[in-house]
T-cell receptor, first 112, second 116 residues
Framework: GQNIDQPTEMTATEGAIVQINCTYQTSGFNGLFWYQQHAGEAPTFLSYNVLDGLEEKGRFSSFLSRSKGYSYLLLKELQMKDSASYLC?????????????FGAGTRLAVHP | DTGVSQDPRHKITKRGQNVTFRCDPISEHNRLYWYRQTLGQGPEFLTYFQNEAQLEKSRLLSDRFSAERPKGSFSTLEIQRTEQGDSAMYLCASSPRKTGDHNEQFFGPGTRLTVL
């Protein structure tokens, strides 16, 4: 089966750093994605990890440990516009690249 | 091409009615996906097309749901005899043909269905 866990809500201050954790259990693993979703809008791609380690992209970084079934998304220099839901998604190995299994999302509120 | 488009953006219907949604993927994306998202949850996979072939269907897709992609371009998702539990955001996504292990999915704005 598949199970993805991430905190429901987080709050942070503008200019600060926040880390959003994601743990997963899947029957096979072929990559982990982070998406950002503002209220009422479509998810937009942030990052992708398939090998262990850190991927950095501007103010956003994502880390993966396959042996621990663990990832985190790190957001630096927080801005008010970063208030959104952050979705962790795993691509299972079965069936090729056919789907993503999403967590419930972490709702991040950035305040002044 | 500005991205994945979906029509309509909102649909309100009465229980028992049939509804049909349309998705236009990014040009030349041969892979197309439908997901359903309810409030406070992440998207749940419904079905996947590669070109015109429907290659995978979730158990969530009951026999009241049918999806097509007749010419390998746009896709439709039909729900027959709608139920209040069908109320959700229906998201379409597409990804390109390129091989490799990234294959990011690009999402459309969704169709919000409300069943009264």
């Amino acid at each position: 089966g598949q199970n993805i866990d991430q905190p429901t809500e987080m709050t942070a201050t503008e200019g600060a750093i926040v880390q959003i954790n994601c743990t997963y259990q899947t029957s096979g693993f072929n990559g982990l994605f982070w998406y950002q979703q503002h209220a009422g809008e479509a998810p937009t791609f942030l990052s992708y990890n398939v090998l262990d380690g850190l991927e950095e992209k501007g103010r956003f970084s994502s880390f993966l440990s396959r042996s621990k079934g663990y990832s985190y998304l790190l957001l630096k220099e927080l801005q008010m516009k970063d208030s959104a839901s952050y979705l962790c998604a795993v691509r299972p190995i079965s069936g090729g690249y056919n789907k993503l299994i999403f967590g419930a999302g972490t709702r991040l509120a950035v305040h002044p | 091409d500005t991205g994945v488009s979906q029509d309509p953006r909102h649909k309100i219907t009465k229980r028992g009615q049939n509804v049909t949604f349309r998705c236009d993927p990014i040009s030349e994306h041969n892979r197309l996906y439908w997901y359903r998202q309810t409030l406070g949850q992440g998207p749940e996979f419904l079905t996947y097309f590669q070109n015109e072939a429907q290659l995978e269907k979730s158990r969530l897709l009951s026999d009241r749901f049918s999806a097509e992609r007749p010419k390998g371009s746009f896709s439709t998702l039909e729900i027959q005899r709608t139920e209040q539990g069908d109320s959700a955001m229906y998201l379409c996504a597409s990804s390109p043909r390129k091989t490799g292990d990234h294959n990011e999915q690009f999402f459309g704005p969704g169709t919000r269905l409300t069943v009264l």
